[in-house]
């Protein structure tokens, strides 16, 4: 979660916010997650005639900066890729059908990171496979 300062920071300032938006627009990788009130938010704001954001639109700005991020390590330089590889073949032992399914789908996209939108539920399957130690 951002600051408050960070939140007033970008919220004043359209030269930051309106590229901010235009770039997570333009992200195809994050556009095939994020909602439907994401992508129509983040064009008007891209958009936006105004010299300054509400700060619950600055703080929505940076919550969807965050779940666009790219992670391709956690922790000291785990590897994601070989996380969701180890975790794809544990994925039995997961407790949950839903996780098991999350693992699957990460495991067939072929993708190498996990976005900040899923690092969560993630690192939450990293540390019940004993993939990751509790207190990363």
């Known amino acids: ?31 095939r997650e994020r909602s439907e009130f994401a992508t129509e938010f983040l064009k008007s704001i891209s958009r936006s005639e105004t010299d300054e954001l509400t700060t619950r639109q600055g703080e929505i700005l940076l919550e969807l900066r965050s779940e666009g991020q790219r992670h391709f390590g956690i922790g000291d330089g785990l590897s ?14 997961l407790g949950n059908d839903d996780d098991v399914e999350r693992i699957e789908a990460l495991k067939a996209s072929g993708r190498t990171f996990v976005t900040g939108k899923q690092i969560g539920w993630f690192k939450r399957i990293c540390k019940e496979l004993g993939e990751l130690e509790p207190y990363l």
Request: hydrophobic share 50%; glycine share 4%.
């Open 1 to 31: 979660m951002a600051s408050w300062i960070e939140i007033d920071r970008i919220r004043k300032d359209p030269k930051v916010f309106k590229p901010l938006a235009g770039h997570l627009l333009a992200d195809a990788e994050y556009a």
């Open 80 to 93: 994601v890729e070989i996380l969701i590889g180890k975790c794809f073949l544990a994925r039995l032992d």
